[in-house]
Each structure stands twice: as C-alpha cells, then as structure tokens.
C-alpha cells in the first residue's frame, strides 16, 4: 500500500486521465502481478518526464512532493507510525480538502479522488493524528520561507500546483475539519492492566482526559490467562506491566493494535 500511494501520487500529478486510470485499475494491481508491473513502470516514465525538464529540481519537479508536506508532518505527529507513502496518501487527501475548504480548489477534485486514497491508507485511519503537532511539523519544513508555507494543491481544474500560503487560522481549520471527518481514532478503548499505574492519581487523570471511558485494574491483582483477555476485551490499547502477553493472548484480541508498557 505504501509503494503503491506513490504511484497514485506520480500519476495524480501527470494528468486527470491517468489518475483516473490507476483508480479503476487499483485492485488489479492489489492482486495481479502484471498489473502492479505495468503500473511501476507507468510511474517510473511519468517520473522521467519531469526529471528531464527540471534535472536539478529547481522548478516544475518540485511538484513531486505532492502530499509530502502534509505527509512528513503526519510521520512526526505520529511519531512514524505510519508508513512513509500512507503517510502521503492521508497528505494528499487532506491537501485535496484543505484546498477545497480554501477555495482554491473544488469540492469535486476532492471527491473524486478521495475514494482510492482513502482506500489506500484504510488501515490506519484509526491512528490519532495530532493537529498541533501536526502544524508544528508543518510550519518546520524546510521549503517553508521565513513566514509562508510552501504548499501543493490541486488548482480548480485539478492540476498539481505549489505555491507560497500564509499561515492562517482557516488552514488549521481545514486541516482539523480534514482530521475529524476521516481519521478517525477510538478515545476511549484503553485499557491500563498495570496496578501502579492504576493506582497513580496524575496518571489516572491525565488518561482519564484523553480516553473518558478507558478502565483501569482496581482489584490491585495482577491479571493473567483468561482474566487477562476478558478485561482486554474490545480495547484496541493497554497499558501493562507484567502481565504475559504472549500469542495464546494476543489470537484471542484481535481489536489490540497498540501495547505500552
């Protein structure tokens, strides 16, 4: 999924045809090998194209990095949890809406993107993203000048463009509207096993803030086999200490995506 959210990518910015092409031809190249072949290479000539008329990367090329800015702040806010070209794909998602919601582009180029892009990084929509962190990692870009931000959107017709934009409240705005409607996270399946943790009164408040229904192992026991797994049950984070979470446990949760110890 990672490699393929570039290929989207190269050919979101060559053309509206070829964006299209590689949207209806998307499960193909998920199951047939011929296809993912065809399009690698589709990706490599478009790639060559700008290369060749902006070698040294000073104009035109530049629109490479399509969703790379909103991307690489998406890495940092999540501390690299997610893949680099998922990282891109969300980029280019939220680039297509902030745009819109900007009006610089139209709600039409959003949407008809939106449903293989959203596809492509599926899997890690329930990861939280961070919008202050995010803006921190954005307004640190090193394309940035010393008071705009160096952003590419797609224009009202749907072409690639970058340009300079003023930090405003109605970008944030966007890019926290963006985050609200897709990347949706459960804040409120935690489950913290460790009895000392339990019983620290900052700790319990500061998660209490963040997740009001996570639950907390009160019986100051620790929690093993099967007693472990029912107070895991439907939780997708936990906290433990020393309880054994080993394979027997883990088949038995599959909703668990995060464990911090």
């Not at 993912?36 to 589709?42: D, G, S």
């Not at 039409?108 to 329930?126: I, P």
């Amino acid at each position: 999924y990672s490699g393929i959210g570039e290929m989207i990518k190269v050919h979101a910015i060559d053309s509206l045809d070829s964006f299209k092409r590689i949207s209806n031809d998307y499960e193909k190249i998920l199951n047939e090998s011929s296809s993912m072949a065809f399009y690698i290479r589709e990706s490599l000539l478009m790639k060559k194209k700008l290369i060749e008329i902006d070698e040294f990367d000073e104009g035109p090329r530049n629109v490479m990095n399509y969703g790379h800015s909103f991307g690489h702040a998406i890495e940092s806010a999540t501390n690299y949890s997610i893949p680099h070209g998922i990282a891109v794909t969300i980029g280019m998602d939220m680039a297509n809406f902030v745009a819109a919601e900007l009006n610089i582009s139209t709600s039409y180029h959003f949407d008809r993107m939106h449903e293989v892009l959203d596809k492509n990084c599926s899997n890690f929509r329930n990861i939280e993203i961070n919008v202050e962190l995010l803006m921190n990692a954005l307004y640190k870009d090193k394309k940035n000048t010393k008071n705009q931000l160096r952003l590419i959107f797609p224009d009202n017709e749907g072409q690639i463009m970058i340009d300079l934009y003023d930090k405003t409240p109605e970008l944030q705005k966007g890019i926290a509207n963006y985050l609200n409607l897709y990347q949706v996270w459960d804040m409120r399946s935690l489950a913290v096993a460790s009895r000392s943790f339990s019983k620290h009164p900052q700790l319990r408040k500061k998660v209490l803030e963040l997740y009001p229904d996570a639950k907390f192992n009160d019986k100051g026991t620790a929690l093993y086999g099967k007693e472990l797994i029912t107070f895991l049950q439907d939780c997708s984070k936990a906290i433990t200490a020393l309880e054994k979470i080993d394979e027997n446990v883990l088949s038995q949760l599959p909703d668990l995506k995060v464990i911090g110890k």
